[in-house]
């Protein structure tokens, strides 16, 4: 198997040749009809390092689950693997947008209010299903 520099590749959530996307246990729910969510990214393949802007991220995100949409609150890079060295926050719009088909974002979404979400490791590394707001 792949090693991974997240802290469990079984909260992996969506993954590529490139990079994976684990979903952090949500920790800090919100009162509001939505979820907010920590997700770590990982650079796998050292090529890609100028394409994503570093070998770490921490995204959070507040997800949506009834009305399909997702919003972007802050984006952190890291140059490092395991989130090591200096930070560099990016802009985050704020905005909240649908997820766009086949993409990244449309699997950190389902993996958040799709009870039949299928995680991309094997089913005996993913997590048990999230308590979410709206989720079915």
Known sequence: MRRYALASPALAVALSDDVVYALLPNTDPQPQDYARAIVE????????????????????????????????????????????????ARPAAGDWLPPPPASTLESIWRSVCDPAFIHPLPADQAPAPNKIPGRK
């Open 41 to 88: 990214a990982d650079v796998l393949r050292p090529g890609y390092v100028p394409v994503f802007g570093g070998r770490s991220a921490k995204l959070v995100l507040d997800i949506d689950c009834k009305s399909t949409r997702l919003r972007l609150m802050a984006l952190t890079v890291y140059p490092r693997p395991k989130f090591k060295g200096r930070p560099s």
